[in-house]
Every structure is written in C-alpha cells, then in structure tokens.
C-alpha cells in the first residue's frame, strides 16, 4: 500500500514529506509501540498515564487488531523517535472513531517514546522525581482535554505540546513550566545606559490603528494600519515602542549613547508557560522563578538565557484592568516589565481556561467570578483578549 492510500484510508490529508522516506524504510514489526510490559513498567516507575492507565492497555491491545492504524502509528514513532519537537508535531493523529485504539493513538504514540524520553532527562541530570514530575504530564493534558472537549483522548495541539517532554527540553517547576527557547525575531529589547529604563522596539511586522497586529481579532482593517520600518544605523536604533502591550505609530529614535540592546533576535531565553492550578502567589511565583533560573543553568548548561519570556492571553492588558493590578494574576503580569503584541487571529485563547467547556452564547456565559464577568463584558463590547509576549527585565543588561 502507498503512504497516500493508507493516509487517505485514515481519513489524514496531509503529513510531513519526510514520513513517505520513513515509510519505505520501515521493517518489520519490532514490538516498540503497544509494548503491554513498557507501558506497565512506565506505569509502575513515573505514573504517566495517572488514572488513564488501564485505558491506555485497552487502547494498546485494540491497536494491534487495527491494520492500517497500528502501522501508522509504527511509522509515526519510526519518524518522531528521531527527530525535533517542532518536526515531531507535524506528525498528523488521525481523527478518532471512538474507540479506545482511536482515542489513545496520540497516548500510544508518545508512550513509546517515553523510556527515550526518560534517558534524555537522566543525561541532563534530572533526578527520578522530576522525571516522574515530567512525564506527568500526559495524564495532565488527557485531563485537559476531558474538561474542555469533553473526551479522554489528546488533540493534534496537544500531542505537539507533549512532544517538549519527550524531547526534554521542558520541565515542570513548583506550578509553572520552563522551557528553553530564543526571542522571536520581530522585535528588540533596548536599555536606557542611565535611568535603566527597557522599551520593545519592532522590527518586523504590519500593525492596527489600536497597536496591535494587523489581521487578529478584531484588528483586521486597514485603515490607519502601519509598517514596523525599524532600522538600526551606527549611531542609533529607529523604530516604534511598544507602550501598554501596544505598538506606537510613531518612529522614535534611540541614540546608541543613551540606548543599547539587550534582548536580539535569536537570543536564548526562558519561555514560561501557565498551568491549569497554578498558585499565582507573588511568593510561590518569586520562589519558583528563582530556582526555575537556576535549575535551567544546571540542566541546560550550554545555553546562556537571558531573560524570562511568557506568551499569554494573561498578560493582555486588560487581564490587569478586569482584576486589578494588586490581585495575584496582575502581579504576575507586572513582572513582564515590556510587553508586545503578537498575532491572534481568533483571540479566543482564555476561553478553555476561564470557561472549561462551554459551548454556550457570549451571553449565557457564566459569571461566577471577576475573571469570568469582566472577560465577558469585555466581549459583549465587542472586543476580547489576546495573546501578548512579555519579557521580565529585572536582571536584563
């Protein structure tokens, strides 16, 4: 059978041209995938599976009955066991038909490549705690997906989440998760030499009137839009600050006697990411930064990170404004002295997180708290919350 034939019979569009080399190469079965002894073990070690365990067996022994998704998924562990997280999610997880092997394919998938997964924290020096911590995970995203669609199974956006853990180059630390990353090339972090000022400066982009990226939610006409035009000369960097999460149209100039940068494109730096039931206490937040810094240098020591970096709908603007710049959720965000936008073309982002499976009208909605009812009035004028990238400066330059 063809790759495209047996893509088609699963209902999959489109996969990675690298899967077809994959595929002619592919041997005999060698028992690495639905492996019942590898999944008991891993059971029995680090938990992953959590409570989804014995469905996870079940998804395993339907598997091998399933042809043409068991070979699927024999290919797709040929092809991600050896390649990067970002080329690893671009393996496609066929739709689900309900059953257990459907359902647990994106699991099964990841379950194989868990006991490579584990060597590569142990060769980072990671303890069987914190592995145990990491792979966690899995259990923690299966649960994700029961309460805001509904179903145990993972998504194609969750399993690529999941592919950060088996490439160990993310770890969970006291309720927020690290990952290692470099800033994004459209925009500049400078410093003032002699107030120690910071201001995000753009480098590449097409912008609303109102400051953010031309083309997310409710962002999309022209009218007024504008160009980052950023130049860097000798004597100076020209370019727009980003003021309050928005781009300013206005091309200001930042004399290099008064200004340097200390945030480049390709730098490395911290990305943090928000866990469900994380405790947004400004002193469990400060310890965990603390010693997530430092765990980072230990376990990724050929990096030299910079700065913290987070992507959040949380750090909009009007999180602070709907909560109060004092509650724990706008303490967090007032850590991410500079803050630009990025694009958001649904800018639906803080749904799953504030309203957990709700499929109801804006107006039904629920507003059981702040959060709920200030986002809600928010979208019932017409407007919402987007995603925004956020640099905590503090020990920048």
Not at 81 to 94: G, H, L, N, Q, Y
Not at 119 to 136: K, V
Not at 330 to 341: C, E, I
């Amino acid at each position: 059978m063809e790759l495209r034939e047996l893509a088609d019979a699963l209902g999959v569009s489109t996969y990675p041209e690298a899967l077809e080399e994959v595929y002619k190469e592919l041997g005999e079965d060698d028992g690495a995938v639905c492996n019942l002894a590898s999944l008991r073990q891993l059971h029995e070690t680090y938990a992953p599976f959590g409570e989804y365990y014995e469905l996870v067996v079940k998804g395993a022994e339907e598997m091998k009955k399933r042809d043409a998704l068991y070979l699927w998924l024999r290919l797709g562990y040929a092809y991600c066991k050896d390649v990067t997280s970002f080329e690893a999610r671009r393996m496609p997880i066929p739709p689900s038909d309900g059953s257990a092997a459907g359902d647990m394919f994106a699991v099964l998938l990841l379950a194989a490549e868990l006991p490579l997964a584990v060597e590569r924290y142990r060769a980072r020096g990671f303890d069987e705690e914190q592995i145990a911590n990491n792979l966690g995970n899995l259990a923690r995203n299966i649960w994700v997906h029961q309460i805001t669609v509904g179903s145990l199974t993972l998504s194609q956006g969750l399993y690529g989440w999941m592919t950060h853990y088996t490439k160990a180059i993310i770890f969970d630390h006291k309720g927020l998760n690290y990952q290692p990353a470099v800033w994004e090339p459209d925009s500049l972090v400078l410093k003032n030499r002699k107030s120690g000022e910071f201001v995000i400066v753009m480098i590449k982009g097409r912008f609303h009137r109102d400051g953010l990226v031309l083309g997310s939610a409710g962002a999309t006409d022209e009218e007024g839009a504008f160009n980052a035009d950023f130049s860097e000369q000798m004597e100076a960097f020209f370019g727009r600050p980003v003021r309050n999460g928005r781009v300013q149209n206005r091309v200001c100039c930042f004399d290099k006697k008064e200004w340097y940068a200390v945030l480049r494109p390709g730098d490395d730096v911290l990305n943090l990411h928000i866990p469900r039931k994380t405790n947004f206490d400004p002193a469990v937040v400060e310890e965990s930064l603390r010693e997530g810094w430092e765990l980072t240098k230990r376990y990724y020591p050929e990096l030299s990170i910079k700065a913290f970096k987070c992507c959040s709908w949380m750090l909009d603007p009007s999180v602070a404004r709907i909560l109060g710049e004092n509650s724990k959720i706008g303490s967090f965000s007032a850590r991410f002295t500079v803050k630009h936008p990025v694009m958001d073309a649904a800018g639906t982002g803080c749904m799953g997180y504030v309203w957990p499976g709700e499929t109801c009208p804006t107006e039904e909605l629920p507003e059981k708290t702040t959060l709920q009812r200030g986002i809600k009035a928010l979208m019932l004028a017409g407007d919402t919350l987007r995603w925004t990238t956020g640099v905590i400066t503090k020990d920048l330059g």
